[in-house]
């Protein structure tokens, strides 16, 4: 049997957490400072803002960073990253998710519980990724949504004291059901017409990884080791089919059903016949726009996983 692969962090180990992230999640931080500092050095710097992000991150000094949090904390760190030409050169990124929702750290295999994650931050192997990067030069780490999302987004946040992590494929499913006749939105992928426009789409899916708001399987055959992203155009938008899509999501089998497409490819371009849509790339949503093309990266960034 292969043994796993051990690289230990050549230089010490920068700890980065968000300052503001709360006393709740203090004790996991500590712990996660403890195991990690049973295989070598670590300074835990707490980040107030972007400047400070920025800084520790281009000043790690050859040093393996580990990031403490959730999509959110990875998205920021990996989009300062790109606008400084640095996703290769800052090494390796342990990840130890401590947010909410965790869908990239799904993803990867990584460990949910915090301890077990920074034993593979610490002693795991280093191993290429990619990322989406759109016309305005906006990075997705883990899934980019067109549609229902941004709806989904501004409902789980409501929903997310009381449900927490169950709080986004609830909100989700709402969206679902309760989004009106849907999107004109012509779909292409590396030149090729997946959706023309003509009949309305429900959600536009691309996914470098497959899950969103806590483990909803939008993009389910997502891999974000094989150099394509795959994209899920449903058409979903009858009521009763709003309810079918709704309930096939939570179980991952909604690209199934007869109304749904998917396909992969390294080029994809959004386009709105008529009005405007939002983004939700890694739960950040976007202001409306019209259009927007989408470019896979390979092998830009490294993560460290199991």
């Not at 460990?111 to 034993?119: F, H, I, K, T």
């Not at 549609?147 to 609830?170: E, F, N």
């Not at 849907?182 to 470098?208: T, Y």
């Not at 389910?220 to 094989?226: E, I, L, S, V």
Request: net charge positive; charged share 20%.
């Amino acid at each position: 049997m292969r043994t796993q692969q051990q690289v230990e962090p050549p230089g010490g180990i920068l700890a980065l957490v968000n300052a503001g992230a709360g006393s709740a999640r203090e004790g996991a931080v500590q712990a996660v400072v403890g195991e990690l500092g049973r295989r070598a050095d670590v300074e835990l710097r707490r980040t107030r803002d972007l400047a400070g992000l920025r800084e520790a991150l281009l000043g790690a000094g050859g040093r393996r960073v580990v990031l403490l949090g959730g999509d959110g904390t990875l998205h920021t760190a990996l989009q300062l990253l790109w606008d400084a030409g640095a996703t290769r050169s800052v090494g390796p990124l342990g990840i130890v998710p401590l947010g909410t929702g965790n869908d990239l750290a799904r993803s990867l295999h990584l460990p949910l519980d915090p301890v077990a994650a920074a034993r593979i931050a610490a002693g795991g192997r280093p191993r290429d990724l990619e990322l989406l990067v759109d016309s305005r030069e906006r990075i997705t780490v883990n899934t980019v949504h067109a549609g229902i999302g941004a709806a989904a987004t501004a409902r789980a946040q409501r929903l997310k004291k009381v449900l927490r992590a169950g709080a986004y494929p609830v909100g989700a499913a709402w969206a679902g059901v309760s989004a009106g006749r849907g999107f004109r939105l012509r779909v292409e992928v590396d030149g090729r017409v997946i959706a023309s426009g003509q009949r309305p789409v429900l959600v536009v899916g691309i996914g470098i990884g497959g899950t969103i708001g806590g483990g909803a399987p939008l993009v389910p055959a997502a891999d974000p080791h094989d150099g394509v992203a795959d994209v899920v155009v449903s058409a979903s938008t009858g009521p009763l089919a709003r309810v079918g899509f709704a309930a096939g999501l939570r179980r991952g089998v909604h690209v199934e059903r007869q109304d749904v497409t998917t396909t992969t490819g390294k080029v994809v371009e959004i386009t709105a016949l008529e009005g405007t849509f939002r983004l939700n790339s890694d739960g950040e949503v976007t202001d409306p726009q019209r259009s927007e093309r989408f470019e896979m990266h390979t092998d830009v960034w490294r993560a460290v996983c199991p």
